[in-house]
């Protein structure tokens, strides 16, 4: 009898487009018919810790916890992530200002242009943390993972709970520390600097995982996955405008912060996919032995992206999103109509719900592989072995 694959699944980074995700796990929910957590390990980046943490604090009921989640992303609103009242942001801004001027004595610094204790708050009415650590110890889960940036160490450090003796990791730049997860971790694990507070976790203040995070796949692995459900944010075709008649303006700061957010949320991820497709081309060379030896074994690999654009899909919506946040991210050239920050920040129901749905959509376009992907015995699916899907 051939031994157990272990499966992880790998939720990373995309601000709003973290509700893609959830309409991927509906899809696979109802694809497998229900039943009990069908990942035995669960890693979390940036947004994707939330979901993360939603899904084991359900464990024994997949179902359940991917309801919960969509239940939660469809009623979320700006409001509830934070404070979108531009007094409150203008006067942070220029306490901001003072305290880059004057004395520390004079002006305290504020800790983020962005309140997001309206998430926080509602993070902890949503997910029961204490049923996570215990679906941990009752092994109805593996191991589950979130992942943050130190900003003293300057370290990626994976907050992980699994069963059993300390299974600490270290790597460049790169750790993994075993403890009991609570929502300090999935709040700094999306806190974007300056944007959202970092958060203090053993005498450090932690941000946004995906700023140090180059091996999104590596935890996962680390706590024993032998094949990864990869759910992606970036539009697997991105679109192409038409710049004919776009005459060259110098880049806006909403211009700069949507590039920064492609670049933080994706590319690593993208990266680390490809090197693990060419890893796995390796190890297929090599005998039993060999592998043993080298500490080396083949992940399978599958990985689902957004069909179509977002940034189409978020300009579509772009008039939910509150007047005075589409005022602040104003751009001033016709390079506006890319929409790419708005796909980013647009926590309101209308696109929300669109991106739920073309998740589910997009799942279930790909079944007969999900099915191999979890019951390769019941499937008549065939790929190449061990190679991502998406290459």
Not at 284 to 298: D, F, G, Q, V
Not at 360 to 375: C, H, K, L, Q, T
Request: aromatic share 8%.
């Amino acid at each position: 009898m051939s031994p157990v694959k272990l499966s992880g699944l790998v939720v990373t980074g995309g601000g709003a487009r973290g509700a893609y995700q959830v309409g991927v796990l509906r899809a696979v929910n109802d694809i497998l018919d229900g039943g009990a957590e069908p990942f035995d390990i669960i890693s979390g980046i940036s947004v994707g810790g939330l979901n993360a943490a939603g899904l084991a604090s359900v464990p024994d009921d997949f179902a359940a916890s991917t309801a919960n989640l969509e239940s939660f992303w469809r009623g979320l609103t700006t409001s509830q992530v934070f404070d979108p009242r531009l007094r409150k942001i203008f006067g942070t801004a220029i306490k901001l200002g003072f305290s880059m001027i004057l004395p520390k004595r004079m002006a305290k610094a504020p800790r983020s242009l962005l309140d997001n204790t309206p998430l926080r708050e509602t993070l902890l009415k949503k997910i029961d943390f204490d049923r996570i650590a215990l679906a941990v110890e009752d092994n109805a889960i593996t191991a589950i993972s979130v992942t943050c940036s130190g900003y003293e160490t300057g370290y990626a450090v994976t907050f992980f709970d699994k069963k059993g003796q300390n299974e600490d990791w270290h790597r460049v730049r790169r750790e993994g520390r075993q403890r009991t997860l609570d929502i300090d971790e999935v709040m700094a694990s999306a806190a974007l600097p300056l944007l959202f507070p970092a958060v203090e976790i053993d005498g450090e203040f932690f941000g946004d995982g995906a700023l140090r995070q180059t091996s999104p796949l590596a935890p996962s692995i680390h706590l024993g996955a032998d094949k990864l459900f990869i759910i992606g944010t970036r539009d697997s075709t991105p679109e192409e405008p038409d710049l004919s008649d776009l005459k060259a303006e110098y880049p806006s700061v909403g211009d700069l912060g949507g590039y920064a957010l492609d670049i933080i949320f994706h590319d690593s991820l993208e990266s680390d996919i490809e090197r693990l497709t060419r890893l796995n081309q390796l190890v297929s060379h090599l005998t039993l032995e060999e592998r043993r030896e080298a500490n080396l074994k083949p992940i399978e690999v599958f990985s689902i992206n957004p069909s179509v654009s977002l940034r189409s899909l978020a300009r579509q919506h772009a008039p939910e999103m509150p007047r005075r946040l589409r005022w602040l991210i104003k751009r001033r050239t016709a390079a506006s109509a890319l929409g790419r920050i708005e796909s980013y920040l647009l926590f309101e129901p209308g696109y929300i719900g669109a991106l739920i749905d073309l998740g589910y959509a997009d799942a279930m376009a790909r079944r007969d592989e999900i099915v191999a992907f979890f019951r390769p015995e019941a499937s008549s699916y065939t790929t190449t072995p061990n190679q991502d899907p998406t290459t």
